[in-house]
């Protein structure tokens, strides 16, 4: 339960300094208190609330469900909507914003240095420059001072995985003005609610989400960074001292106030600038004169609904999609091993307790295949190495897609499948821990989402002219190859980590293959 602030407050200052929230604020143009609804809890541990025992006028009582409705004309100023082409949009990928959302997500362990407050550092371009990342206090103060060790200690320990949406909102932002460490932006609840899917929430009242939403704003602008970075071609070697990585500038609250007379926060907005940071990789002017960075990438609309809604279930799934946003790129050779995936997903301690401690293993390899399920069913499809992850280690799921919808061609499968030398049904090879840890993955297929063409475009740069790219696969080039190589479709199937119906269909011309599976098809079959 909140509490709220009645008319006859005499303005005593009493109960300011009672609220361990601080969640008691001084109006300094209407002259009066007010209480933040987001961060009011309403003294659960206590019969009598705090700022009530210290109030000698009554005039602190508990606010009642709001009944009735006035509609307020002081709501947030509308913007437009990132996501213009309602799929994607371009975001700020440097790797600030990736290491943010890489240290929000995977909480590796912070560093301390003699008296200094907890920091984590980032080594980049081996060795030869640094990121460094501290708390701040209080993310709306002009001159953030860090957060002591101890504070530091408990606020990683509460890092919310779903704020990395918020730095991804805010870099996506940040591409759509010409100099973002100079211009801010504002954004309101309604439109941060839309992208994270928070709006088909029923569950949660209108109070719960604008006191997430602030809690996950607070979160990213509470992020300190300094850089060193070393020389790079053209661009100069520069170190950036520290600076938010976004500086919260304003937080404004809306209240409605209801038949009865009770005020209730009905939106917030939030005025934000991009750090300095973006001076140097978010920079138009400076990249043309190839003195600067330019670095962005795509962000699907989808990803962070998906984050919103499994980041408890699936936090490894998780872990894995926000490294991947800023690992893949559109028709590259993505090689991962699953060791690599494994430590993303779950941090170093458990792959190594894992592979020590006898019997671990199986829980570790459960959730990861479940995970892995998880991305390929928000639409990255796992491509399997043949040599290193063929088919009986594969999940089971994997294999399990393989069995036709249609009765006689289910039976001629499982007829099929008898005569292997593992069937779908034996129970998984006992080396199988041990061969995934030298298991690798080609890449992702990527989702139509992934794949939807964004009309940003970084400016122009003279370029040496590149290389021309290679004529396209055409069905019969495919189906030749493979008779080249003595595969038949199922083995060749196999080798791509696809069924064996999706290269039937790319022989008879069924469908256009993307540049991604192109390159895949030139690597197995060498052409
Ligand atoms: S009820 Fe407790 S948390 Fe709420 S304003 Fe009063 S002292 Fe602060
Ligand atoms: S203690 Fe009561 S009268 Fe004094 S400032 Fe607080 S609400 Fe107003």
């Not at 001159?143 to 704020?163: G, L, Y």
């Not at 962000?299 to 894995?320: D, F, K, N, T």
């Not at 892995?372 to 499809?381: D, F, M, V």
């Amino acid at each position: 339960m909140t509490y709220t602030i009645k008319n006859n407050c005499i303005l005593c200052d009493s109960c300011q300094p009672q609220c361990p929230n601080g969640a008691i604020k001084s109006d300094t143009e209407q002259e009066g208190y007010w209480i933040d609804p987001t961060l009011c809890d309403g003294c659960p541990d206590l019969a009598v609330p705090r700022c009530v025992e210290a109030c000698s006028v009554d005039s602190l009582i508990p606010l009642q469900p709001k009944k009735g409705r006035r509609k307020s004309s002081l709501l947030p100023p509308a913007i437009p909507n990132i996501f213009l082409n309602g799929k994607t949009t371009p975001f700020a990928s440097s790797m600030v914003i990736w290491e943010a959302c890489n240290f929000l997500a995977q909480r590796p362990p912070w560093q301390t240095e003699g008296d200094n407050p907890l920091f984590y550092a980032r080594p980049v371009h081996r060795g030869r420059g640094e990121l460094r990342f501290r708390l701040a206090m209080d993310p709306e103060s002009k001159s953030p001072i860090p957060m002591p060790p101890d504070e530091t200690t408990i606020a990683v320990a509460q890092f919310d995985i779903r704020a990395a949406c918020i730095h991804l909102i805010f870099a996506a932002y940040a591409v759509t003005v010409d100099c973002p460490w100079e211009q801010e932006f504002v954004l309101n609840d309604q439109h941060i609610e839309k992208y994270l899917g928070l709006d088909k929430r029923k569950d949660l009242t209108k109070l719960d989400k604008l006191t997430l939403i602030k809690s996950l704003v607070h979160q990213s602008c509470q992020l300190l960074v300094a850089l060193d970075w070393p020389r790079q071609g053209k661009v100069n070697a520069f170190s950036l001292g520290e600076q938010p990585v976004w500086h919260l500038i304003d937080t404004q609250y809306y209240f409605e106030e209801d038949s009865q007379g009770y005020r209730h926060l009905i939106g917030l907005s939030f005025t934000v600038k991009a750090g300095v940071w973006a001076r140097h990789f978010l920079n138009k002017q400076d990249y043309r004169n190839q003195t600067a960075f330019y670095q962005y990438g795509t962000l699907p609309q989808s990803l962070l609904s998906e984050v919103m809604g499994s980041w408890q279930q699936h936090e490894g799934a998780i872990r894995l999609l926000l490294w991947l946003l800023f690992k893949l790129r559109l028709g590259g050779d993505h090689r991962l091993t699953i060791r690599t995936l494994l430590r993303i997903a779950y941090g170093e301690t458990k792959v190594a307790e894992a592979t020590t401690v006898r019997g671990t293993h199986k829980r570790l390899l459960k959730t990861f295949e479940s995970d892995l399920e998880t991305i390929c069913n928000y639409g990255l499809r796992p491509l399997f190495d043949p040599d290193t992850y063929p088919s009986e280690i594969q999940p089971l799921w994997v294999r399990a897609a393989h069995i036709p919808d249609d009765v006689d061609a289910a039976l001629d499968f499982w007829i099929d499948d008898a005569k292997q030398s593992q069937s779908l049904t034996d129970s998984a090879p006992k080396d199988k821990w041990q061969r995934l840890m030298n298991a690798r993955i080609l890449g992702f297929e990527l989702s139509e989402h992934w794949q939807h063409t964004v009309r940003h475009r970084a400016p122009k740069r003279r370029q040496a002219p590149s290389a021309p790219r290679p004529e396209r696969l055409s069905a019969g080039m495919i189906k030749a190859a493979r008779q080249r190589h003595n595969f038949t479709q199922r083995a060749l199937a196999e080798r791509l980590g696809k069924s064996q119906s999706w290269v039937r269909d790319i022989e008879n011309g069924r469908f256009s293959l993307s540049y991604h599976d192109q390159l895949l098809l030139r690597q197995t079959l060498t052409i």
